[in-house]
């Protein structure tokens, strides 16, 4: 069986039994699903390509096409992230708004990805793909926000205008503009406090109001 | 019972691995004499092959467990966990981020080994909702897994 994290969770097995795990007979027809759709895509023109990048992303900030090789160069732990969630050669660069950088594109399983690049600084960069950002931008999900729960910087749906992260009880934490459909606040809101993530547009008008995943703490 | 007996005796130890997976050590004796109480009651139901069957009861007699268990447990004590991943912490952490669900049908795969149309026998869906499912759960466990790995966060918990 080919599949690296599958495999890494078969060593993991608390009570091993020998019996290696199959290969999901979807995989293999899968694999070969996604070499067509390589050579469709590759069969496209670049001009036609470009257009559709604002629909591939969902938001009118479609960037400039960059190779992932230029997101967070030198960075080894990236390219292993990259590959285990199926992104393409290329993403999106998107801007940099307050000193952060944006990439983004969307994976071969649809999911949201993104990455950001605190130039110049030494931490606070890194990359993911938001399983649970489906259907982004919709009624329901118009900021993405990387990492969840623990920053306030992210890609947001058109129309937002200023994004907010709540604790619990509805107070605002902190608070931050939309700049072409990307936000990065200054200050880091207090760990673990962050209980939903508010947008509004420019009226102030709520928007919508996402419950914020709570994960593993990020980082390694 | 020639069949119960050839069941048993093929199966004993796989079911009992399955429950030790999920399950704390004090229960695995018990969870596994009901599943094959239920096997020899049933017998005229049991599949020809046996196997995802017998862990689709060995699921539901664990789930009953659990909530006696719960139900038992002096208030504001903590039940025991499901054994997690061993030896990997960060695919760990990962793991149980993930929904009851979505973990489950992650270890039938990689821990039972099984192949997909038999975790749709032992989750009761159909073959093509377990598809969608088991490749949703795996882009889940990816997702976390790497956020996790390829964030490099400021030590001194301070942005700029």
């Known amino acids: ?220 | 019972m020639q069949r119960f007996e050839e069941i048993y005796a093929e199966h004993r130890e796989a079911v009992r691995a399955y429950v030790r997976r999920r399950a704390p050590e004090d229960a695995v004796d018990d969870v596994v004499a009901d599943v094959f109480v239920v096997c020899l009651r049933r017998l005229d139901r049991v599949p020809e092959e046996p196997l995802p069957w017998l862990y689709a009861v060995a699921r539901k007699t664990l789930a009953n467990e659990r909530r006696r268990r719960e139900r038992s447990a002096p208030a504001g004590s903590v039940v025991a966990r499901d054994p997690e991943p061993a030896g990997d912490a960060a695919l760990a952490s990962a793991f149980a981020a993930l929904s009851e669900r979505d973990r489950e049908i992650l270890r039938l795969v990689a821990w039972e080994g099984l192949p997909l149309r038999d975790a749709a026998v032992v989750l009761g869906c159909s073959a093509v909702a377990c598809r969608v499912r088991y490749h949703r759960a795996r882009s889940r466990l990816a997702a976390r897994l790497a956020a996790a790995a390829s964030f490099r966060p400021d030590p001194e918990g301070a942005t700029r």
């Open chain 1, 1 to 220: 069986m080919n599949d690296d994290l599958i495999l890494r969770l078969a060593a993991s097995n608390p009570v091993p039994s020998g019996r290696p795990p199959a290969a999901p007979e979807s995989l293999r027809r899968r694999r070969a699903a996604l070499v067509l759709a390589v050579v469709a895509a590759a069969a496209i023109p670049t001009v036609a390509l470009a257009d559709r990048l604002g629909d591939l992303l969902g938001i009118s900030n479609g960037g400039t096409t960059v190779s992932t090789n230029d997101v967070l160069p030198g960075y080894p732990a990236l390219d292993q992230a990259m590959q285990e969630l199926h992104v393409g050669g290329t993403m999106q660069y998107l801007g940099t708004l307050n000193g952060v950088a944006f990439y983004a594109t969307r994976n071969a399983d649809g999911d949201f990805c993104i990455a950001i690049d605190r130039v110049g600084a030494q931490y606070d960069k890194g990359f993911g793909c938001l399983a649970s950002a489906v259907g982004f931008p919709s009624a329901g999900v118009k900021a993405l926000t990387f990492p969840p729960a623990s920053m306030l910087d992210g890609v947001a749906a058109d129309g937002v205008a200023m994004v907010e992260a709540l604790d619990a009880n509805g107070n605002v934490l902190a608070s931050t503009p939309v700049v072409d459909n990307l936000f990065a606040a200054g200050d880091r809101p207090p760990a673990g406090s962050v209980a939903s993530i508010e947008t509004l547009d420019a009226n102030g008008n709520v928007l919508s109001r996402q419950p914020v995943p709570q994960g593993p703490p990020s980082g390694s």
